[in-house]
């Protein structure tokens, strides 16, 4: 008997936003105090090698325990996921999900991120690993998507998986609506699975993010080249440095670049005025205990099945089902308001 045919090629939807989308973000971000840009404007083709290499960093444990995590468990995780079409969120590389291809056989694999240039070369490696599984990427920001595209391969039941802690990157209330837009875009009868880094000591922390070799430092700086180059800035990169903090209070790690003197620079068509040692915020990444984090997804209206974490308890993947329609409505904050942004 003859087996799965192999596939060609894998297919690319650009959705990416436009340059007014984008400036209008980035203008939004330089109003508010402390400044703070979207995170996912880090990651232009440069910006993605850039944090490919942070991954490899000694520092940086997440990427190499998530990963073996997932081999280690990707038999338990294809089993509790069930059927479906597999939808990554900002899947960069597309590097950890290959175990749960293996064990899951999805219907589809879809990859959603925002470098079109990375991803059209992660479709094209996961497709050569993976000849028999349909592969679609989309181009987009995914934290603005309305809705999946329509595609014959996004017809049946839709799982989600959210790697790499990324949640931490939007504030809690971001989160939440971030959660719920995933919700909308996966449907009925969906489940996703979430990554999640955990407190832990400081010192590990802060390191994670100033890796020695400078890789972390790079990889911020070279949005003050994106947005010269995308949004006629004249930043000069030489008078910021960088700096990554953690930040208590809020269970975060903050990321900044912080003006080195007194200066103006012009981006979007505007003057900007820097004290000097003021910061401008690349990104933020709030770590979340278990309780924290299955708190968060009900608010959001998810509902916590399952966890796996690994031997140290650092990191956990938390499996989650969304909430029927007459229970997630008793889930709905009373009264915060909810925004978003990475």
């Known amino acids: 008997m003859a087996g799965p045919l192999a596939l060609s090629a894998p297919q690319l939807i650009d959705l990416h936003p436009p340059a007014a989308d984008m400036r209008r973000l980035v203008v939004a971000g330089?109003?508010?105090?402390?400044?703070?840009?979207?995170?996912?404007?880090?990651?232009?083709?440069?910006?993605?090698?850039?944090?490919?290499?942070?991954?490899?960093?000694?520092?940086?444990?997440?990427?190499?325990?998530?990963?073996?995590?997932?081999?280690?468990?990707?038999a338990e995780l294809a089993e509790a996921l069930g059927p479906g079409a597999l939808v990554e969120f900002g899947a960069g590389s597309a590097r950890?999900?290959?175990?749960?291809?293996?064990?899951?056989?999805?219907?589809?694999?879809?990859?959603?991120?925002?470098?079109?240039?990375?991803?059209?070369?992660?479709?094209?490696?996961?497709?050569?690993?993976?000849?028999?599984?349909?592969?679609?990427?989309?181009?987009?920001?995914?934290?603005?998507?309305?809705?999946?595209?329509?595609?014959?391969?996004?017809?049946?039941?839709?799982?989600?998986?959210?790697?790499?802690?990324?949640?931490?990157?939007?504030?809690?209330?971001?989160?939440?609506?971030?959660?719920?837009?995933?919700?909308?875009?996966l449907g009925p009868g969906s489940r996703l699975l979430i990554g999640i880094d955990q407190p832990k000591a400081i010192e590990r922390l802060e390191a994670a993010y100033n890796d020695r070799a400078g890789w972390s430092e790079a990889f911020a700086?070279?949005?003050?080249?994106?947005?010269?180059?995308?949004?006629?800035?004249?930043?000069?990169?030489?008078?910021?440095?960088?700096?990554?903090?953690?930040?208590p209070e809020a269970s975060r790690i903050a990321m900044a670049l912080v003006s080195r003197e007194a200066q103006t620079v012009t981006l979007a068509g505007r003057p900007w005025t820097f004290a000097a040692g003021e910061p401008l915020i690349s990104?933020?990444?709030?770590?979340?205990?278990?309780?924290?984090f299955a708190q968060l997804a009900q608010r959001a209206g998810w509902r916590s099945l399952q966890r796996w974490s690994d031997a140290s308890d650092d990191l956990s993947l938390h499996l989650l089902e969304p909430v029927d329609r007459g229970s997630a409505a008793t889930l709905e904050p009373d009264s915060e308001q909810q925004h978003s942004d990475r």
């Not at 809705?147 to 998986?161: D, I, S, T």
């Open 283 to 292: 990104e933020y990444s709030v770590k979340y205990t278990p309780g924290a």
């Open 96 to 185: 950890k999900v290959s175990p749960l291809l293996q064990a899951l056989h999805p219907s589809a694999y879809v990859a959603l991120d925002i470098s079109a240039g990375h991803l059209h070369q992660a479709c094209q490696a996961l497709q050569q690993r993976h000849p028999t599984t349909p592969v679609l990427g989309i181009c987009c920001d995914y934290s603005q998507l309305e809705q999946l595209p329509a595609h014959p391969w996004l017809e049946r039941r839709r799982l989600g998986f959210y790697p790499g802690s990324s949640i931490g990157n939007f504030s809690p209330d971001e989160a939440v609506t971030l959660l719920r837009q995933f919700r909308k875009l």
């Open 221 to 247: 700086l070279n949005l003050l080249n994106r947005l010269n180059r995308d949004l006629d800035g004249d930043f000069r990169p030489e008078t910021f440095r960088y700096r990554a903090w953690w930040e």
């Open 30 to 74: 330089m109003e508010r105090q402390p400044r703070q840009l979207p995170a996912w404007l880090l990651y232009d083709d440069e910006g993605s090698r850039l944090f490919d290499a942070i991954c490899q960093q000694p520092e940086y444990g997440l990427t190499r325990i998530e990963t073996a995590l997932l081999q280690e468990r990707a």
